[in-house]
């Protein structure tokens, strides 16, 4: 071990950071510019070299960062790559705390293998990007979820590069909000792209005046769209806020036929008008967009229908 590490057991104000990418070493620079002495460890070691000399102690291996602070936090790719770097780690006694995205099983799975290896297990879901990190009016966030115990013990050190919030002691539950948060941004991407992809090269349309009017039309629509998913204290779960889910299953070949006429591919948008379909071709229930989620939900609309 290195021997510039010493054991914090009791101290609260250091950290060892495994990972640094471009999150891990943003969170490793928030954590720095708080007063934290923060130990650092890179697969690549050549990662830590600036960090190193804006005041971070290198540890040589994973298992000399582990061993340098009780509060562990792991920054890498993927949950493999956290069981790659903790392999041949001591996790007894530790507070580990995995900011690593990755899914609620494994989220379950690292919890328990944590565990059973002496260690208090917490994991996040990171809602914000490199430049938010630090940046407290930015907004940005990590859902955290596993042990009450150890996110009230680490509280003050988790929530300095951005805010915290705890939802629950399942471990998976940080996960799931996660992507579900990111599966509502992609698909809203998603949108956003076919939109420009339409009108980008159409002479006579300025795309400096088309993007304020989608930045207006999405904020006003996205109220209507959480209400017709079924928020349940909308208090009206059949409420399609004036637009029939027949109204719109006709105006399909519209949007199809204009994406063909504009030259693009409906690919993107195509699976949405599929689900439709189905719950109006089945003429169950209400008719409303909550049914799209029991449709998705019972895993039975999985065959694509994408002409228009
Ligand atoms: P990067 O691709 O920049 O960094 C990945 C890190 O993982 C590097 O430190 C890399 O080491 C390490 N790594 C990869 N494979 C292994 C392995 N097998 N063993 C040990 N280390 C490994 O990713 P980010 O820093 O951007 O992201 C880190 C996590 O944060 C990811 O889970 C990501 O989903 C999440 N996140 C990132 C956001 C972002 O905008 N960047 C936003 C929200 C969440 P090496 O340098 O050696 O390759």
């Known amino acids: 071990m290195n021997d510039t590490i010493s054991d914090h057991t009791s101290a609260t104000r250091s950290v060892s950071l495994l990972?640094?990418?471009d999150m891990g070493a943003a969170?490793?620079?928030?954590?720095?510019?708080a007063g934290y002495s923060v130990t650092v460890w890179n697969r690549t070691a050549s990662r830590a070299d600036a960090l190193v000399a804006e005041g971070a102690t290198r540890a040589v291996s994973a298992a000399d960062a582990v061993a340098?602070?009780?509060?562990?936090?792991?920054?890498?790719l993927d949950d493999a790559s956290v069981g790659e770097a903790l392999e041949s780690t001591d996790l007894t006694g530790k507070d580990l705390v995995d900011i690593t995205t990755g899914t609620p099983t494994q989220?379950?799975?690292?919890?328990?293998w944590a565990q059973a290896r002496g260690a208090r297990f917490l994991s996040g879901g990171i809602m914000a990007v490199p430049p938010m990190v630090g940046q407290?009016?930015?907004g940005g966030y990590v859902f955290y979820s596993g042990s009450s115990e150890?996110?009230?013990a680490r509280h003050e050190a988790l929530a300095v590069p951005v805010g915290t919030r705890f939802v629950g002691t399942d471990a998976g539950h940080a996960a799931l909000l996660d992507v579900a948060l990111l599966s509502a941004m992609y698909g809203t991407f998603a949108g956003i792209t076919h939109a420009f992809a339409l009108v980008r090269d159409e002479d006579g349309i300025e795309l400096k005046e088309f993007t304020p009017l989608l930045a207006g039309w999405?904020?006003?629509?996205?109220?209507?769209?959480l209400q017709m998913s079924g928020q349940p204290d909308s208090g009206d779960d059949t409420s399609d806020g004036g637009s029939s889910l027949a109204m719109q299953v006709a105006g399909i070949k519209t949007f199809v036929g204009t994406a063909r006429d504009q030259g693009?591919?409906?690919e993107l948008l195509t699976p949405y008008f599929d689900l439709m379909r189905r719950q109006l071709d089945s003429r169950h229930g209400t008719e409303g967009a909550k049914d799209l989620v029991d449709l998705l939900r019972s895993g039975s609309a999985t065959v694509g229908r994408a002409d228009g």
Do not use: D, I, K
């Open 68 to 76: 340098a602070n009780t509060l562990v936090v792991t920054c890498l």
């Open 264 to 266: 693009v591919s409906p």
């Open 150 to 152: 150890l996110f009230e």
């Open 218 to 225: 999405l904020a006003a629509m996205l109220g209507a769209g």
């Open 27 to 33: 969170f490793a620079r928030a954590w720095l510019a």
């Open 136 to 138: 407290p009016e930015a």
């Open 107 to 112: 989220a379950r799975a690292r919890a328990t």
């Open 19 to 21: 990972g640094l990418g």
